[in-house]
């Protein structure tokens, strides 16, 4: 079956940096698209990061750009979202999502929760 693990999220404090990994399985994964989702309670859920197929095009979310960094391995059915210099409005549950566009078939994982605190 299709899953997608969310890993990588934790408590760190504002400046710091995390990765995180989205591991993917049960379809084609390097014809999927990635993105990142970020939502917090009563919010709805941001794109804070996309990624092609091929890896060919990025798109980041104004809030992002300079310190997020989105990156993919099809051999390892991976997709990173590196964050850095990461600021107290970051604080999220952070999701990926796979979409292949022809047919609009998306998945989403299960989220993984970053707090940025001092």
């Known amino acids: 079956q299709v899953q997608l693990v969310e890993s990588g999220g934790g408590l760190v404090q504002p400046g710091g940096s995390l990765r995180l990994s989205c591991a993917a399985s049960g379809f084609t994964f390097s014809n999927y698209a990635m993105n990142w989702y970020r939502q917090v309670p009563g919010k709805e859920r941001e794109l804070v990061a996309s990624?092609?197929?091929?890896?060919?095009?990025?798109n980041y979310a104004n809030s992002v750009k300079g310190r997020f960094a989105i990156s993919r391995d099809n051999a390892r059915n991976t997709v990173y979202l590196q964050m850095n210099s990461l600021k107290l409005e970051d604080t999220a549950v952070y999701y990926c999502?796979?979409?292949?566009?022809?047919?609009?078939?998306?998945?989403w994982g299960q989220g993984t929760q970053v707090t940025v605190s001092s």
């Open positions: 999502m796979a979409i292949f566009r022809a047919t609009m078939t998306k998945y």
């Open positions: 990624i092609s197929s091929a890896g060919s095009s990025i």
